[in-house]
Nanobody, 111 residues
Framework: QVQLAESGGGLVQPGGSLRLSCVVS????????LAWYRQAPGKQREWVAT???????IYNDSVKGRFTITRDNAKNTMYLQMNRLKTEDTGVYYC?????WGQGTQVTVSS
């Protein structure tokens, strides 16, 4: 079974930055299509960004221009660089591959 482990969450002020990481194991990482999702308190989980096996990024309009999704195939790791964070970016961030999810990492944007 594929294993995904997120890290890098925390508390940051509005306008700040964070970088999330997702280490993926037990899969052919280099050909995997990977994605980030998030879930705010009391809301449904929503898609944030996807990166294809060839490294092409796709973004939700709400994060376009502020977030950058990348991957390092040598490290079996996907990243989400989040800049100019807003309070509405608060939530638990999850990485996903096919039907498998990580445990999530909490991101809180607050002054």
């Amino acid at each position: 079974q594929v294993q995904l482990a997120e890290s890098g969450g925390g508390l940051v002020q509005p306008g700040g930055s964070l970088r999330l990481s997702c280490v993926v194991s037990r899969t052919a990482f280099s050909i995997a299509i990977l994605a980030w999702y998030r879930q705010a308190p009391g809301k449904q989980r929503e898609w944030v960004a996807t990166i294809t096996s060839s490294g092409i990024p796709i973004y939700n309009d709400s994060v376009k221009g502020r977030f950058t999704i990348t991957r390092d195939n040598a490290k079996n790791t996907m990243y989400l660089q989040m800049n100019r964070l807003k309070t509405e970016d608060t939530g638990v961030y999850y990485c996903k591959h096919l039907n498998d999810w990580g445990q999530g990492t909490q991101v809180t944007v607050s002054s």
